[in-house]
């Protein structure tokens, strides 16, 4: 079973808030409306995250919520309000339940070092939020699984979580989707975080991929040049300033090439790449590395295979005619030598 479109749009809503993403949430909880979701299952999914991510995200992507509904109300949207959730009963003992859905999800587990906490776990997070029936446990976990993906530092909890979810119901099938989810809508480093845990879970080897922050240098839009790649590039012009941004995908690079009339700046800004001249070793490009390519050089430069790659670039010593010359490719017995 796949994740349906209105749980798709709860992983993206629950990643961006715990990112504090403010800009991206109010598309995410757009998206949400139009997959289906309501006021009502959204509002407690926000509310559910001030338990992993504190009250001031919480709080801040409620009011960004309450703005999505007013705009959508001006434009003459649907928004569905959904129904509340049923109140408890009289007698309900939230430490009671509590420690029944923590132990169904995570196995018995006591907090002696902190009494207080594990009460607070169980009678109010697990008791009284779980407890509430606008929202099913499946989706819940979903919900909680997407956000600690965001939250770096927090892979104890999250490969936790992914168990958790899976006990009430969320398929293997649904929790391979996930991650290819946040790494298209949120980023490839919640992504990569959330498919790390869901292979340990599933017992499958992982490759570590490092990833790059693109609020820090944007990804851009597929390069106009990808047919001179082997695979996936991205290209973002700084400016006016002639300078611009290239991100490779892990294994991305391009062909070899010459620059004629004009001398090429290369420095990596993000992740880790290669750098090689025709018949030289390749040079490892870092955060920080410069490499100056000089005019008639044969060359190629790309990302590590394991690795996002970022590198600004701009010309010098423009000569009134110059060109590139794109040549053959980087064959994989070269390329796959590197480490």
């Known amino acids: 079973m796949e994740l349906s479109k209105k749980q798709q749009a709860l992983v993206v809503i629950s990643a961006t808030e715990a990112k504090g993403d403010i800009n991206g949430l109010k598309a995410a909880v757009n998206d949400g409306f139009e997959q289906g979701l309501t006021v009502s299952e959204i509002k407690e999914a926000l509310s559910q995250l001030y338990a992993y991510t504190g009250f001031p995200r919480s709080l801040n992507a409620l009011g960004a919520l309450q703005q999505v509904i007013a705009e959508r109300t001006q ?145 851009g839009e597929p390069n106009p040049f990808n047919k001179y790649f082997t695979g996936q590039s991205y290209l973002t012009m700084l400016g006016e300033s002639g300078a611009y941004n290239v991100t490779f995908e892990p294994g991305c690079r391009n062909f070899w090439h010459i620059h004629h009339g004009a001398v090429q700046v290369l420095m990596c800004v993000a992740g880790r790449g290669w750098y090689q001249e025709w018949g030289k070793p390749a040079v490892q490009m870092t955060p920080g590395t410069v490499i100056t390519i000089p005019e008639g050089v044969k060359h190629w430069h790309g990302a590590a295979k394991d690795s996002w790659f970022q590198h600004v670039g701009y010309e010098t010593d423009v000569q009134k005619i110059h060109s590139n010359e794109w040549l053959e490719e980087v064959s994989d017995e070269v390329y796959n030598q590197l480490p």
């Open 75 to 219: 434009q003459g949207l649907k928004t569905e309000e959904g129904k509340e959730a049923d109140p408890l009963p009289a007698d309900y003992d939230a430490l009671k339940q509590g420690t029944k859905v923590q132990t169904d999800l995570f196995g018995a587990f006591n907090y002696a070092f902190a009494p207080q906490t594990d009460y607070y776990l169980k009678a109010h997070l697990f008791g009284d939020i779980f407890a509430r029936n606008n929202l099913s446990h499946i989706d819940r976990e979903i919900v909680t699984v997407s956000a600690i993906s965001a939250l770096p530092g927090c892979e104890p909890q999250l490969n936790a979580h992914v168990a958790g979810a899976h006990k009430v119901g969320v398929t293997e099938e649904q929790l391979c989707q996930m991650p290819a989810v946040l790494s298209e809508r949120v980023g490839e480093e919640e992504g990569q975080r959330c498919a790390k845990a869901v292979a340990q879970f599933l017992g499958q080897e992982t490759a570590i991929v490092q990833t790059v922050d693109f609020s820090v240098w944007p990804k």
